[in-house]
């Protein structure tokens, strides 16, 4: 009876370390691609922190440290879905999972398989910021004419406010004008230098960045265009060359700072209209450089979020 117990003892002991090799090998061998980061984030290598970039490869083991008001956003390709951690602090990729329930969102292979494609055909890319965007020819994951759907719901609810009288451009930069939004999405600039809301009245030559705040459950692109009294307008966020808008992601319930893509306030006095446009997948948002028309689009296909702030720079 003795010997017999020895041996279930040392079957089981031995069937237990199986499972924990298993289980540790499985963990060794899950990986997620880094899809997006806005702020700044970074990953432990050894005993240092280093800033962490889209296209970088991590285990359920990395260590993550996310600075307040940034975002990293990965990708399991194996599963089909993606994760976008906003805690601050350092933490494991595999608890911060564990903790990411209202920022998952399942992919289809369709879906994965354009964000791979756009992400890695990126490599080496560079950034283009808001004067070169009139160049920009990028695609977007639905079908080309996206772009044109989410300009033309863009004009529908412009012309759906208090005042519609006017260019889309008018009504957007009129204050008087209300308007609607399809998506909760909400955003304040920034003072750099004090990390405060600057409100509706700024100084001359002020370093600000946007902060953006996405209320819904799934997570968006944004960009912000300025619209000055002129009608002259200026991307705020820049766009990579194949518009695939993964820096400009905003996870779902969540709230991130751009400070690494300031803007500097007009160097006279001015009133501007700041007008956040927000989409449930990526566009190119350099469409609306050009004069904002519906053409033959129909803008009730898509879901567009719209918020607006006014500026007034004065000394």
């Given at each position: 009876m003795r010997n017999k117990h020895l041996h279930t003892g040392f079957v089981l002991t031995l069937v237990v370390a199986v499972c924990m090799a298993m289980d540790a090998t499985t963990a060794r061998a899950q990986k997620y691609v880094v899809y997006s980061v806005v702020g700044k984030a970074y990953v432990q290598h050894g005993e240092r922190f280093e800033p962490i970039a889209?296209?970088?490869?991590?285990?359920?083991?990395?260590?993550?440290?996310?600075?307040?008001?940034?975002?990293?956003?990965?990708?399991?390709?194996?599963?089909?879905?993606?994760?976008?951690?906003?805690?601050?602090?350092?933490?494991?990729?595999?608890?911060?999972?564990?903790?990411?329930?209202?920022?998952?969102?399942?992919?289809?292979?369709?879906?994965?398989?354009?964000?791979?494609?756009?992400?890695?055909?990126?490599?080496?890319?560079?950034?283009?910021?808001?004067?070169?965007?009139?160049?920009?020819?990028?695609?977007?994951?639905?079908?080309?004419?996206?772009?044109?759907?989410?300009?033309?719901?863009?004009?529908?609810?412009a012309a759906e406010g208090t005042a519609p009288e006017g260019t889309t451009e008018q009504q957007l930069f009129s204050s008087s004008n209300l308007i609607a939004s399809d998506l909760d999405v909400q955003f304040e600039l920034v003072d750099v230098q004090t990390g405060r809301p600057v409100g509706a009245h700024v100084a001359p030559n002020t370093a600000c960045y946007v902060r953006v705040k996405n209320n819904t459950s799934e997570p968006l692109y944004v960009n912000v265009l300025n619209i000055d009294a002129q009608g002259n307008k200026y991307m705020v966020l820049p766009m990579d060359e194949d518009a695939t808008c993964a820096n400009l992601l905003v996870p779902a319930n969540a709230t991130v700072g751009f400070k690494a893509d300031p803007f500097i306030t007009s160097d006279t006095p001015s009133t501007d209209a700041f007008v956040l446009v927000a989409t449930e997948t990526p566009v190119n948002f350099s469409i609306l450089m050009n004069a904002i028309t519906a053409g033959k689009a129909d803008g009730a296909r898509v879901r567009v979020g719209v918020a607006r702030t006014v500026l007034n720079t004065k000394h």
């Open positions: 889209a296209r970088r490869y991590l285990t359920p083991k990395s260590r993550l440290k996310i600075t307040e008001e940034s975002a990293v956003t990965i990708i399991d390709e194996a599963k089909l879905k993606m994760f976008s951690f906003t805690r601050p602090g350092v933490n494991t990729v595999g608890s911060l999972i564990d903790l990411s329930s209202k920022r998952t969102k399942s992919l289809t292979k369709q879906y994965m398989s354009y964000l791979v494609k756009q992400l890695f055909n990126s490599n080496g890319k560079k950034m283009l910021h808001p004067d070169a965007y009139m160049q920009v020819t990028g695609t977007s994951y639905r079908a080309e004419a996206t772009d044109s759907l989410m300009a033309a719901r863009v004009v529908r609810i």
